[in-house]
Nanobody, 126 residues
């Protein structure tokens, strides 16, 4: 049974930082790329970042470039999203997802992914 469990969300002031974690089980984690997505109220789910199975390929949405860093620890079956200089427009529920494949041609296409976590809420507000 595939499971993805996100954590690390919360309330933070503008300019602050959060580190999200995604811990996985039930599939070959070290052979699977992982994507981070987010969904704000009334908006479509959008891709934030993606990391390939070995961590060599890392992709960022324009909104995340220069502020977010994705990483993974295959020994812990975990992927992390370090988010710095957070802005109110980063407020959303953040999800990790996988298609249990090494690569994906379209890392920000939601239909590429089969398994999703339950999400963690990030709120950026003063």
């Amino acid at each position: 049974q595939v499971q993805l469990v996100e954590s690390g969300g919360g309330l933070v002031q503008p300019g602050g930082s959060l580190r999200l974690s995604c811990v996985a089980s039930g599939f070959a984690f070290d052979s699977s790329g992982i994507g981070w997505f987010r969904q704000a109220p009334g908006k479509e789910r959008e891709g934030v970042s993606y990391i390939s199975f070995g961590g060599v390929r890392r992709v960022y949405a324009d909104t995340a470039k220069g502020r977010f860093i994705i990483s993974r620890d295959n020994a812990k079956n975990a992927v992390y999203l370090q988010m710095n200089d957070l802005k109110p427009e980063d407020t959303a529920v953040y999800y990790c997802a996988t298609n249990a494949r090494r690569y994906t041609a379209a890392p920000f296409r939601t239909s590429e992914y089969v398994y999703w976590g339950q999400g963690t809420q990030v709120t950026v507000s003063s």
